[in-house]
């Protein structure tokens, strides 16, 4: 292990799905951080970045869940998010929020431009293009909807799976069409939901793979709580383990615990 | 239209379960989407032109009511008549009137959204008069008695056994054992029986997807034909458009021409795409003898100059409902007003209010698809966010949800607190878990186990144990 | 609605867009761009592929109107018009009879030399089963034609009859809508008030997808349209 490390300083965003629910990803996204030769820190006032608040019209909230976010990540490099969905939020989302702020805008601006989705930033802006990890398995890979369609994240995941030792990936058919997750809208509009995740684990029971994997928690949980309840016994991880080598670690989601 | 949009909840649970419906949904599948990203492939100039659309759309509603002027000049110049409607009721009158004028009784309609907006058709019956849809998806559902299901293809839910049904027991006067299983002979058993209507009628009613202040003219682009017979064999020709749909001239047309039908059908072109201007001209042996342009506000200018302007870019293409996972799994109907899917999310609370509508915006899990497709880049998922503002602020959400909402953001705010709970609560949810792995249900939130199994969380968190890391050294 | 109340719904609605626009009435500059816009009617992005030297725009056309289920045959002259008119109709085991548009540009064409077609002159009856008209122009960036409605162009010719033959010379198709445009500007004192009745944009025959989604041609219009490409 190197004494000193100079390369760029990273702060953490490790999301609260992650923190309550999958700790792994979190020191899954450090150790792949590090390996790249950046040097990571987990500043402690950071909780949540607003998207409930913010998708639920609650904009006072989420304004002051983002100028938190803001001010506790200020002095970092880069930050960093292992989640298409929160990077997206912080990226996309924080400027036109404080907009109107003249205290906080530029501040926003200035925090968006350093926020990359944890994937994104190792292909995009370290230039990695390989990994030293091993998970022999057929897996499929599902194309969460903002890292997607706000982040522009596609290639660079599939790129990454190319380089693990013994793993195939098979394209899942329908992997731009969303699982059904949606925040509050699983919850609010279950029948629907259902439906779309049902789609969803047909599509991948149909590639016959394995394993599915995806970079946000919150499409994890809702497709490895669907898949579970249908007896499947596909595991359901997210990229960082796989990409990290620390898959073997820890069961994967909803899976029998030790 | 009637709504019942407040019943989104129930009317989506019967789609479900519909299994007709289901199998209509699923015959279609991808084939819409297909077709419009072959579309876009093929011309390498489609997104500059979706950039252009956007810009001829933005220019006309900042000077919306100086195109609509020289609109109306140019109309008036030619020998027609422009009728200004605030409301549904005034465009109705205004329609009963220029019928009663006209002696009418057989009154034929292209296909209009509009026209379903003001539900002209109810209106027109009690008023005497014999209204009849000519679009061949239009008729299928009036001799049904239920409302279009898709804006560009309002029969999509009827299958065509269905459609024979509704044939044989309207079309009497055919002999009973005759043939109608295949497409080809329902067509042409429409097409026969429609012919008399539209030669019967006196007047015809069409809607217009452009208004082209320039020339004065009335676009309207079908497939069928039956817009341009609607049109063409009356004595008079209305055209009922609402005011956002105004271009400047004809090169600002073609450019929106060339994303409609890419967009809505994935062809290059409509087969008729025609342009009215003003009755016939002198010397001319077809066409009609009077020309009267409704136009209708209808809460459109009340949306300039707010969050929601960007709306009235839509040039009605239905590429955002063909691309919506909640669309396709419920279809229509279940969003209970005129405009359905992601259009209808923003537009139908703007006209009918959101405590009619909210479930609408509500509806969404914002994957951005709808974006993504829109020819006009309409942002739908940012307008549907600020429908759900304003219901917050309205306090029309429900109360459980917005006080779960408010505990979250609550603690949230305040780091050391959050951290500290969510290390207690954590860890108690993963003791019960840890076993299993997850939970079959879990109490307040039926909504998710009725039909997934919750995982189990790994039992610490992650700030948790990177404090005890820290701690310990490495 | 009375005159009076006609005149308030006018003007409430261009006050409460201007009110919403949060200004007053346009200014002259605003009006002066909007009239100017009009006047000059800048193009926007003209495709590529509608900018095509002649040869290859002929060419394009006739691609794009077969992929839309338009049949072409080529013929060398409007001498030749009524032989293929005949044998197309034949060929189809279609009665030999035609309804044509009293068109001026047609009237070179020779019926006399084939009296077995029986062909009458007018707007279209219910009775007709095939008509025959020329066109004003034709876009090759869709395959599509453009027909103008006047005194000796009725439209239902276009519409009515069950198969529609559209006269079609070499010189009339243009690259793209806007090319399309500028020819019809350019006969503008021509049509009183500045247009046509009716401008018809015609891309193949009449079609429907509205049962379950399968396309099936001749919905209301024409279930064939046939074009005589004329010239060398």
Known sequence: MAETRTG??????????????????????????????????????????GQPAFNSGDRADAAALARQTIAAFEGFDHVVVPSGSCAGMIRVHYPELLADDPAWAHRARHLSARTHELVSFLVDVLGVTGVAARYPDAVTYHDSCSGLRELGIKAQPRALLASVDGLELRELPGAEVCCGFGGTFCVKYPEISNRMVEDKAADIAATGAGTVLAGDMGCLLNIAGKLSRQGSPVKVRHVAEVLSGLAGDVPAIGETGR | MHSTAHSFPENSRRALENERLQYMLRKSGTGFQDKRRRAAERLPEFEDLRDQGKAIKNHVLENLDVYLEMFEAKVTEQGGHVHWCRTAAEARDTITEICRNAGAKTVTKG??????????????????????????????????????????????????????????????????????????????????????????ADVGITGANLLIAETGSTVIVTNEGNGDLTQTLPKVHVVLASIEKIVPNLEDAATVLRLLARSATGQEFSAYTTFSTGPHRPGDVDGPAEFHVVLLDNGRSALLGTEFQEVLRCIRCGACMNHCPVYGAVGGHAYGWVYPGPIGAVLDPALIGIKEAGHLPNASTFCGRCEAVCPMRIPLPKMMRHWREKEFEQKLQPPAMRRGLGVWAWFARRPALYHAAAKMAIRTLGRFGRGKGRFASLPLADGWTRFRDMPAPEGRTFQDLWAEKQRGGR | MSDQSKGEARNQILSGIRTALKRGPATDAQRGAAAERVRTHPRNLVPARAQLDHEEQVALFVRMALEVSCTVERIPDLAAVPQAVAEYLAGLNLPAELRVAPDPELSAIPWAERPTLTVTAGRARDADAVSLTGAFAAVAETGTLMLVSGAERPTTLNFLPDTHIVVLRRDQIVGGYEDAWDRLRAVQASFEGGMPRTVNLITGPSRTGDIEQTIQLGAHGPRRLHVLLVGE
């Not at chain 1, 490790?14 to 990571?40: I, M, N, Q, W």
């Not at chain 2, 299901?149 to 056994?161: G, L, T």
């Open chain 2, 111 to 200: 296909k209009s959204m509009i026209a379903e907006e003001i539900a002209i058709n109810d209106h027109l019956e009690s008023n005497g008069f014999i209204p009849i849809e000519t679009d061949l998806g239009e008729y299928i559902i009036q001799l049904r008695k239920e409302p279009p299901s898709h804006i560009i293809a309002p029969a999509f839910h009827v299958s065509k056994e269905e459609v024979a049904d509704a044939f044989r027991a309207a079309h009497t006067e055919l002999p009973k054992d005759r043939p109608l299983d295949e497409p080809r002979e329902l067509i042409t058993e429409a097409r026969l029986m429609l012919r008399r209507r539209f030669q019967e």
């Open chain 1, 8 to 49: 760029p300083r990273v702060g953490l965003f490790v999301t609260c799905l992650v923190d309550l629910y999958r700790p792994t990803v979190g020191f899954s996204a450090v150790k792949l951080l590090e390996d790249a030769g950046c040097t990571v820190a987990v500043p402690a006032g950071q909780t949540c970045c």
